[in-house]
């Protein structure tokens, strides 16, 4: 962990200034070295699954994050004046401005540091919660290894032509720049207006072999490392069963879909995936990389010597969706918010008698209780996922396969 410099980090303790200091408390865990956060998690994570695991499931490795500079995605609350702008965590101390934490690679940070730069040439005030007065809300940033996509949410629209006018101090490695509307007074971050202000209408995010369109209102993972190797995972896992057809249920913007299908094709192996998703944009999203990847097509029949793959994205409540569905894959994959598929859709699951599902849970207490509501399937293998590290946050990674009445 002190391998990592970062004037932010002491380098004997290898803890974060601001951490110490008593001004953030977002890292819960920071007094703990990484090593030992992620061998506590998965002690947890075992215990906590235990009543859906069988002598034969497998515990895999954990997938270890790096422990700083992983944060791909943030979302600063744009408080104090025109002139000082502070960046802060929704949550947490308001006047600590955090935009070069630890957490964040240092494009994350540049790109901050140059909306600052804009709001003061553009003289856009800052909101305040109290009076209800003020323009600027938030600043959203999610970045790839060497662009990024900003987008500035705003109360109204009065403030864009100043905006418009001095776009040109982002930094240069902005390639998506945008304005979110959000005029209520409310604890939700965005508003439902997005409008382009420059660049391309979205970013291109490198995962693992392929690279995902992004549309500004879309869901991404916000360790992309990580995320990108639990994608390959899962289509591992999928494609070792031998499935030739699969769903991608809570899809976004198509991570396990997507790399499913490229899995498949690297196999030389028939893939027919379908990825559902409640948000337009994120299908948008999909559909756009499923074409530019030639995975748009229809998919040819099992028999042809060429083997074809087909990724195709409808927008969808899931349970809605799957429930009136009357061709059933070989594979599902369920990535959930954290309240988890719930009572509905695992009695839909239960009773599919689908081969294999694969549930990526950003809550293992959530999944847990799924679990128990799907005594037809037990834990095949599991492993943790370590997305969020120094926090007390963990992504949990199952493969259920179906039990026979003897194993039960
Ligand atoms: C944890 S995210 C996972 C997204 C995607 N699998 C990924 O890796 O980026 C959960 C997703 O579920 C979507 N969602 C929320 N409620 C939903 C519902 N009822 N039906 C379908 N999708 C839903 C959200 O918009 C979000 O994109």
């Known amino acids: 962990m002190t391998a990592f410099a970062h004037p932010r980090i002491d380098p004997e303790s290898g803890i974060c200034e601001y951490f110490s200091a008593g001004q953030c408390e977002s890292c819960s865990l920071m007094r703990t070295p990484h090593d030992a956060q992620v061998d506590e998690a998965n002690t947890q994570l075992k215990a906590l699954l235990a009543h859906a695991m069988t002598p034969a499931t ?8 790096a422990p700083w500079g992983f944060r791909t995605k943030a979302k600063m609350m744009v408080r104090g ?68 996509m900003v987008r500035l949410v705003l109360r109204s629209t009065s403030a864009l032509d100043r905006i418009r006018e001095h776009l040109a101090l982002l930094d240069p490695r902005v390639s998506v720049v945008s304005a979110n509307i959000h005029p209520e007074h409310e604890a939700l971050i965005e508003g439902a207006e997005e409008i382009h202000l420059a660049g391309a209408d979205r970013l291109r995010l490198p995962i693992g072999g ?25 289509a591992r896992w999928i494609l070792d069963t031998g499935a030739h057809t699969a769903w991608d249920l809570y899809c976004g913007v198509g991570g396990f879909a997507l790399s499913i299908a490229h899995e498949a094709r690297a196999r030389g192996a028939h893939m027919d995936v379908t990825g559902i998703e409640i948000t337009n944009e994120a299908i948008e999203s999909a559909r756009g990389s499923a074409k530019r990847h030639g995975f748009a097509g ?51 699951l239960n009773g599919s008698g689908v081969r294999t599902i694969a549930y990526s849970s950003c809550n293992p207490e959530t999944l847990a209780a799924d679990l128990a509501r799907m005594p037809n399937y037990r834990i095949a293998r599991a492993r943790l996922i370590d997305m969020f590290p120094h926090s007390a946050h963990n992504e949990a990674l199952v493969l259920l396969t179906r039990t026979t009445a003897e194993e039960r």
């Open 298 to 348: 229809a998919v040819g029949p099992l028999t042809t010597p060429e083997p074809s793959v087909r990724a195709h994205f409808d927008t969808a409540d899931a349970t809605e969706w799957a429930r009136h569905q009357s061709n059933l894959p070989e594979a599902i994959v369920v990535n959930p918010p954290r309240r988890g598929i719930g009572d509905a859709l695992a009695t839909v």
């Open 210 to 234: 392929i690279d995902v369109d992004v549309l500004p209102r879309s869901f991404t993972q916000t360790n992309t490392a990580v995320a990108s190797e639990l994608y390959a995972q899962v």
């Open 81 to 148: 004046t025109a002139n000082a702008p502070v960046f802060s965590f929704p949550g947490t101390h308001e006047g600590v401005d955090l935009a070069d934490c630890p957490l964040y690679p240092a494009l994350v940070t540049d790109v901050l540091e140059s909306a600052r730069a804009l709001i003061r040439r553009a003289q856009v005030p800052p909101y305040n919660l109290d009076k209800r007065r003020g323009e600027i809300k938030y600043v959203l940033v999610t970045a790839t290894p060497t662009e990024a």
């Open 58 to 65: 497998v515990w895999e490795e954990p997938l270890v994050s």
